[in-house]
C-alpha cells in the first residue's frame, strides 16, 4: 500500500486549503482511508474518514461542518477540503488507510483507534494556519 500526499501550506485564518492523498497497491472497497493531524506537543487525533464503498463519512467534532472528505474513484485519489480554517488547525496532516472508520456512537465522530490501522501512512505535510 503506497499513500503519496500533496497540498498543505500557509494560509490566513478563515481561508481554505484542500490535501490530496493519492493511494495505490490495495483494494480500495475493502478499506477505509483517514485523515489525521498532529501539532506540536499534542497527540496524534483523528480528522475524518471515508469508506468508499459505502459512501459513509464520519468526522471529528472540531471540523465538522468545516472540512470536507471526497474521493475521486478515477484516480484512487482522496482529498481532505478544508474551509473556514483556524490557527487551532495547524499541524502536520496525514492520510491512511485503515480497516475501518472507527467513530463513538453517541454522535459518531470519527476517532484515532491503532486496531483500526492498516499500517500504511503517507508522508505528512504541514498545515500553517495564521491568526
Known amino acids: 500500500v503506497q499513500l503519496v500526499e500533496s497540498g498543505g501550506g500557509l494560509v490566513q485564518s478563515g481561508g481554505s486549503l484542500r490535501l490530496s492523498c493519492a493511494a495505490s497497491?490495495?483494494?480500495?472497497?475493502?478499506?477505509?482511508i483517514g485523515w489525521f493531524r498532529q501539532a506540536p506537543g499534542k497527540e496524534r487525533e483523528g480528522v475524518s474518514c471515508?469508506?468508499?464503498?459505502?459512501?459513509?463519512?464520519y468526522y471529528s467534532n472540531s471540523v465538522k461542518g468545516r472540512f470536507t472528505i471526497s474521493t475521486d474513484n478515477d484516480k484512487n485519489t482522496f482529498y481532505l477540503q478544508m474551509d473556514r480554517l483556524k490557527p487551532d488547525d495547524t499541524a502536520v496532516y496525514y492520510c491512511?488507510?485503515?480497516?475501518?472508520?472507527?467513530?463513538?456512537?453517541?454522535?459518531?465522530?470519527?476517532?484515532?483507534?491503532?486496531?483500526?490501522?492498516?499500517?500504511?501512512w503517507s508522508q505528512g505535510t504541514q498545515v500553517t494556519v495564521s491568526s
Open positions: 491512511a488507510a485503515l480497516y475501518w472508520c472507527s467513530i463513538r456512537r453517541t454522535d459518531e465522530e470519527f476517532f484515532l483507534d491503532h486496531q483500526a490501522d492498516l499500517g500504511s
Open positions: 471515508i469508506r468508499r464503498k459505502w459512501g459513509n463519512r
Open positions: 497497491g490495495f483494494t480500495f472497497d475493502d478499506y477505509s
